[in-house]
């Protein structure tokens, strides 16, 4: 049985309570873990908070020699811990390779800023005085992740936290704890000392996380209705708050575009990880002149996209994560159809003895999806793309930006004018011209509107984990 690394111990839940990680590919069982509570976030965050007093104090630059140690000893296990990562989240073995060793390399990334961290001197009007803004730790942080990328998602966080010399209380969805363990259990190994990250585990710890009075910041990444409840909860203890929520994100295609490289960037921003991605390509508005032509080409890639079991090397896709999952893409894609959309490729369950136990779904594009469905209205959180017509840029702007979210955007143009006026118009964090749809460490990350925001990735993450103080030297 897994357990939850409360400093540095491998621990149950104080209520002795336990439930299980199945297959999203077999529905078999992976293991069992325990199903933790505020009495553990309690215990976790009285670790954090004892860590925090020696590790924010350690000097810089051992912070980034530890951390560096750690991530390679973590990276040299990437086999193990992606194997896992697959068999909990359903993945296939390649992405969660890519995905494993990610974590490792975010931490070395941000290992890199642990001495980096300036302030500044501000000349006072008063030459005998003079100002300083020095930058400090916050504290402890919650770290609170969903189960599409349970791993890029914790690293985003806790690489930047505590490289800035915060301490951790770390929560991986209820359903994907056990390859986040992994990884931390190796960054332990390879030297990152006890209490510094924290790990517990089950739905019950998120609330309680939000609510710690010892906790000073909450990093959460997932819905836009749970960022609106931590968001509401957090207030009540003034607790800094970072929020990457739900997205869907527009991809115009216009009629000068390199046309199989966008069909190769949108057959990966919409199928990668079965669809379920916070950035991709979600909403597709292709200009008159190359609809067909660039259908033609983004159905002939689906094609290729064999469903399977994520440990069979021969599976392009693995299955959905949860039967809720599948049922709300279905359902929304129903919607669509049931109001006169046309399925262009897809729209249901692979047929086979291989498919009868998990939650598979074929990878779907459906055209001339009418304005009132949800599909346009809603997070497709699934491999199924919404494609229209439009007539030029114009309209293809104002479709766009007809959305509650604003996480990331994507525009495929030869037209460097048409370009920079979609960079300028498009209300989203994020904006790919002519590029896929990945998010780099180094660019900040992060949504406007209601997918959030503060920032993930780059410089500004780091910052996002200090806090600024004042200083005045007088008489001097
Ligand atoms: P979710 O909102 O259901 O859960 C996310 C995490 O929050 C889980 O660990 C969950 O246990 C916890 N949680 C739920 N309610 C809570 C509460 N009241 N207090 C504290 N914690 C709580 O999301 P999900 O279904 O796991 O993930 C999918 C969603 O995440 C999608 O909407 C997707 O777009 C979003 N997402 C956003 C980004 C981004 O960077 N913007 C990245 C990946 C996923």
């Not at 406007?448 to 920032?455: D, E, I, M, P």
Request: hydrophobic share 40%; glycine share 10%; aromatic share 6%.
């Amino acid at each position: 049985m897994a357990t939850m690394i409360i400093e540095g111990d491998r621990t149950k839940a104080a209520s002795g309570e336990t439930y299980e990680i199945r297959n999203p590919a077999t529905g078999e069982v992976v293991d069992e873990v325990p199903a933790g509570g505020p009495a553990d976030v309690d215990r976790a965050a009285q670790a954090a908070a004892k860590a925090f007093g020696t590790w924010s104090k350690l000097p810089s630059n051992q912070r980034r020699e530890i951390l560096h140690k750690a991530a390679q000893h973590m990276l040299s296990k990437v086999e193990e811990i992606a194997t896992v990562l697959t068999k909990e989240q359903g993945k296939t073995l390649l992405e969660s390779r890519l995905e494993a060793r990610r974590f490792g390399e975010n931490i070395g990334w941000f290992a890199d800023l642990a001495d980096k961290i300036h302030g500044q001197y501000v000349r006072l009007p008063d030459l005998t005085t003079y100002g300083l803004v020095v930058r400090k730790p916050i504290g402890v942080c919650g770290a609170i992740v969903p189960w599409n990328f349970p791993l890029t998602l914790a690293a985003n966080k806790v690489a930047p936290a505590i490289a800035a010399g915060n301490t951790v209380v770390l929560k991986p969805a209820s359903t994907t704890p056990l390859s986040t363990l992994l990884c931390i259990e190796a960054l332990m190994e390879g030297g990152l000392p006890e209490g510094v990250v924290n790990v517990v585990i089950g739905q019950a710890t998120g609330e309680a996380i939000v609510e710690h009075p010892l906790i000073r910041k909450i990093a959460l990444t997932g819905s836009t209705p749970t960022g609106k409840r931590v968001m509401a909860k957090a207030s009540e203890t003034l607790k800094k708050v970072t929020l990457e929520l739900g997205g869907s994100d527009p991809c115009i295609v216009l009629d000068d575009a390199d046309l199989e490289g966008a069909a190769r960037a949108i057959s990966v921003g919409r199928f990668f990880n079965c669809g379920q991605q916070c950035l991709s390509t979600k909403r597709l508005y292709i200009q008159e002149g190359v609809y067909d032509s660039l259908l033609e080409k983004l159905v002939a890639r689906a094609a290729k996209l064999k469903p399977g079991n994520g440990l069979d090397k021969d599976s392009r896709m693995g299955p959905m994560h949860t039967e809720t999952q599948r049922a709300e893409v279905e359902a929304q894609l129903k919607d669509a159809l049931d109001r006169g959309a046309k399925l262009i490729f897809g729209g249901g369950r692979p047929k086979g003895p291989e498919y009868e136990k998990g939650w598979f779904i074929e990878p779907t594009i459906v055209g001339e999806v009418p304005d009132d469905s949800r599909m346009w209205k809603e997070e497709v959180f699934g491999p199924a793309l919404p494609v229209r017509k439009i007539k030029d840029l114009d309209e293809g702007l104002r479709l766009a930006n007809d959305s509650q979210f604003g996480l990331g955007s994507s525009i495929w143009t030869a037209n460097m004018a048409a370009a920079h006026r979609a960079v300028q118009e498009l209300e989203a964090g994020y904006t790919w011209v002519n590029s896929i749809v990945i998010a780099h460490d180094e660019l900040p990350f992060g949504g406007t509107k209601q997918s959030g925001f503060g920032k993930e990735h780059g410089v500004e993450a780091f910052l996002q984990y200090t806090e600024e103080k004042s200083v005045v030297y007088g008489g001097v």
